[in-house]
């Protein structure tokens, strides 16, 4: 077992949702290889940015229309120049690099993972 465990109760705190990457920039003044995203998680929550080390495996034009999941109730966080306001999530490869969590099939931006 990884972690310890939790209720059901403490995940429902963790609010994920599914949000479209409406824009990639490239982010030089981070500290590790990182894209600004800009990502717009339906009209609930809204468009938000993200900073993201996914420099291995994406390139910024192919993250513009791809869906992602994200913890959208972080508090936002100063990256260098960037606010970050939300998290996208992935898994490591072999290497230790950022594979994004998305979906195999279109969904409606802003809806919450359950």
Known sequence: MGSAPITFDDFEKVDI??????KAEPFPEARKPAYKLTIDFGPLIG??????????????????GRQVAAVVNFPPRQIGPVMSEVLCLGFPDADGEVVLLGVDRPAPDGGKLF
């Open 17 to 22: 949702r599914l949000g479209t990457v409406t």
């Open 47 to 64: 468009v938000k940015r993200s900073s993201a080390q996914v420099t291995k495996h994406y390139a910024l034009d192919e993250l513009v």
